[in-house]
């Protein structure tokens, strides 16, 4: 299977598109200091920044500050491949249109582990997500859009997608493709579309006051990390705007559900999903307080 990460032409655009997370980082040639902010002055107090110095080289097995995961390994080479078997009957190239081919697009996605939340026929908001999730995972354009060549490698695909790690049960975040993967036991079982940190400098007002100026580098910090506080009601207002149901793993840097989840980098350093895959996140407990949250790879090397 071709694991190449996908292409997106004028990344510069980015730096034009709407943002909204929550991470500063300096970066050297070698080492990622990072340094995270709290999204609140409410629990500024309670939250102290946090820093850590991360090797951005990558190692032979993860960056292990917690024992759970000493054996967790990143080279997915020798791992057991989950096949599944190609489709007889080809699903055709339906663009976003609902009806029984949609319906059918959808079974094969949460068969391969692509989440959408129903099969019902309508190319909703979380049938477009999974099918941008399997469009990177596979190197295709990720538009959205089931079109010819992405129809053509969804009917045709006979192993499931999986992450890097080989151990342990967590999420792992693949900056370079901007997929999040849900592994349990050392076996991906689940894949999301995600939005990490822009990597484009800001400036601006806090939500909150707008007397104070918010910077940073919207870097989502690699390395390791546990989940150590969250927010079970809905919207709220953080400093840089509002997210949806966060789980934070780094000081004010979060998983959470984001109204914009496109396919670049467009947070100011959370690593943003649907509202619905957040709803699905919490209620199937894949992000409890103490799990795992994995980040790595390089924004950069997926746009070339």
């Known amino acids: 299977m071709d694991h190449r990460p996908f292409r997106v032409g004028a990344l510069a655009v980015i730096g034009m598109l709407p943002l909204g997370g929550c991470a500063t980082t300096a970066i050297s040639s070698s080492i ?16 102290p920044a946090e820093s850590t110095t991360v090797d951005v080289d990558e190692p032979t097995s993860v960056p292990a500050p917690v024992e759970e995961v000493t054996t967790t ?33 959808q079974q094969r996605l949460l068969d391969l582990g692509y989440w959408v939340q ?9 049938t477009r997500q999974a099918v941008m999730a399997f469009q990177k995972y596979e190197g295709l354009t990720p538009t959205g859009s089931l079109d010819e060549a992405s129809a053509a490698r969804i009917s045709e695909v006979d192993t499931r997608p999986f992450g890097r790690a080989q151990a342990g049960t967590m999420v792992e975040v693949d900056k370079a493709r901007q997929l999040l993967f849900v592994i349990s036991e050392g076996e991906t079982r689940w894949v999301l579309n ?17 007397d104070t100026i918010e910077e940073g580098d919207s870097v989502t910090p690699v390395g390791l990390h546990k989940v150590n506080r969250e927010r079970e009601e809905g919207w709220w207002e953080g400093d840089l705007g509002q997210i949806y149901r966060p789980k934070y793993f780094r000081g004010g840097v ?41 980040v ?3 924004i950069g090397r997926a746009y070339v």
Not at 194 to 210: I, K, Q, R
Not at 264 to 290: E, K, N, T
């Open 118 to 126: 129903a099969t019902d026929g309508e190319y909703g908001l979380t």
């Open 254 to 294: 979060a998983v959470h559900g984001a109204n914009s989840v496109p396919e670049y980098p467009a947070s100011h350093g959370c690593v943003r999903v649907s509202v619905p895959a957040m709803d699905w996140i919490w209620d199937q407990g894949f992000l409890p307080i103490g799990s795992l949250v994995w």
């Open 296 to 298: 790595h790879g390089e």
């Open 194 to 210: 995600a939005s990490t940190g822009s990597e484009v400098p800001y400036s601006e007002p806090n939500s909150n006051n707008p």
């Open 32 to 47: 990622v200091t990072t340094t995270s902010m709290v999204e609140t002055p409410a629990e500024s107090a309670d939250v």
């Open 73 to 105: 390994t990143v080279a997915p080479l020798d791992r057991p491949i989950v096949s599944v078997s190609a489709l007889a009957e080809p699903i055709p190239a339906i663009g976003t249109n609902s009806g029984p081919d949609a319906t059918r697009l």
